[in-house]
């Protein structure tokens, strides 16, 4: 063969790849025009609400590929205990996701120190897709480590065919029970602050309220105490159980996330009940936001994290995160500049006035708190099962505070 018949074979098998490559309509990509998005099914999460969830993003994804023909988006969606294993599967490849959505409880500092994250630079018009708050406490070190996606708001259901009202004050919990009215309440780490926050607690106060804490800690553990010596007062550590309890009608009331109404209205319908949860003896319940969080792969080339972010801004426009709060009914839009009809939607209404006493934790706070979360549990169990006294273990408990807040506020 002669040398320029082989030069013409090249040139001509170059310029045939090369056409492929650009198409990006016969699986060679261009490269970056290729994204892979993963989402975390969240053991803890309510199933149906987590497939409602799951279309809406497939539906999102759609319009952004239309908008974006030449991009190839890759989603999938893992469970909690399978999520690491396929980040760990796929860095050690060199093909770390390019985004994850994760639930809210999730360590973003240890994904970072394993090198599975990395942090997002957003401009001052981009950040005015986000309430300023949400964005704040997910920094650190002055990166942003994550984006919120929706709002999943603290509340309290309850069975209104049993239970016409539901309780206003932690004190009315052990006075309905009292009366044979069942209640299931978390004794797990996760729902530690429905219930200390109305005592004023929180695991990291400010110095001004530090002469203040053990006083108020006691007084805590003594309610867990009384409440747990009441037969129709029950403490469960893990959501599927309450869950199940209000369904079953083993429990008339619960507090609850407004992610698991769908389920709750399934089977309740009109008899389902839903409030702000009950005020304590310093004041209203501050539940710590749910927020599931849009993250940033640390393997991707910079058109892949260009799209990545692109995509992950579209799910937060106006237009988008109205219509998932109208669509689901179920969660609240992280986008400041949107006014819902709170008056035609009286559900969204009560989400809304939750949310004006909820509170927030730095990505810091929340390491130190997951670092100790089993330690925690295991001392408020000691006090709810009555192996050990409020008095001994309020010490205890200020110990582990003590510890967890190594920075003064």
């Known amino acids: 063969m002669g040398q320029s018949r082989l030069l013409a074979i090249v040139l001509a098998l170059s310029g045939l790849l090369a056409g492929c490559s650009s198409s990006g309509t016969t699986g060679i990509f261009e490269l970056g025009s290729s994204i892979t998005v993963l989402a975390e099914l969240s053991s803890k999460a309510d199933p149906i609400e987590q497939a409602r969830v799951q279309a809406l993003l497939q539906d999102q994804i759609k319009e952004f590929k239309r908008i974006n023909p030449q991009l190839h988006i890759r989603f999938r969606a893992l469970p909690s205990e399978r999520l690491e294993q396929e980040v760990i599967y796929r860095t050690q490849r060199g093909l770390g996701p390019d985004l994850m959505l994760l639930a809210s409880n999730r360590d973003l500092i240890s994904l970072q120190q394993k090198a599975y994250i990395s942090p997002v ?239 927030t934790t730095t990505l810091e706070q929340k390491h130190f708190l997951l670092q100790y979360s089993k330690k925690i549990e295991r001392l408020l169990d000691l006090v709810i099962t009555g192996v050990q006294s409020p008095n001994a273990i309020a010490p205890k408990f200020q110990q582990l505070f003590n510890a967890m807040a190594p920075m003064d506020q």
């Open 121 to 359: 630079v957003l401009s001052a018009q981009e950040q005015s897709n986000f309430r300023s708050s949400y964005l704040e406490h997910l920094r650190y070190r002055g990166q942003q480590l994550a984006a919120p996606l929706l709002v999943y708001p603290a509340l309290a259901c309850f069975n209104r065919k049993k239970l016409p009202q539901s309780p206003q004050t932690l004190g009315a919990i052990i006075r309905l029970g009292q009366q044979e009215h069942s209640f299931g309440i978390n004794s797990n780490f996760e729902g530690l602050d429905l219930v200390m926050s109305g005592f004023g607690l929180t695991p990291f106060p400010h110095k001004s309220n530090r002469s203040y804490y053990p006083k108020r800690l006691l007084k805590a553990l003594q309610w867990y105490r009384e409440a747990n010596l009441q037969p129709y007062i029950s403490f469960v550590d893990n959501d599927e159980e309450l869950r199940q309890g209000l369904v079953a009608g083993r429990f008339e009331w619960i507090p609850c996330s407004s992610g698991w109404l769908p389920s709750f209205q399934r089977v309740l319908g009109a008899d389902l009940g839903i409030a702000v949860l009950p005020a304590g003896p310093e004041g209203p319940a501050k539940p710590m936001l749910r927020m599931p969080l849009w993250v940033f792969g640390a393997q991707s080339n910079p058109n892949q994290r260009k799209f990545a972010k692109q995509f992950m801004l579209f799910t937060v426009n106006t237009v988008n995160q109205r219509a998932m709060a109208l669509k689901l009914g179920t969660v609240l839009p992280v986008n400041p500049t949107i006014a819902l009809p709170l008056k035609a939607y009286p559900t969204l209404a009560v989400m809304h006035a939750s949310t004006k006493n909820s509170g």
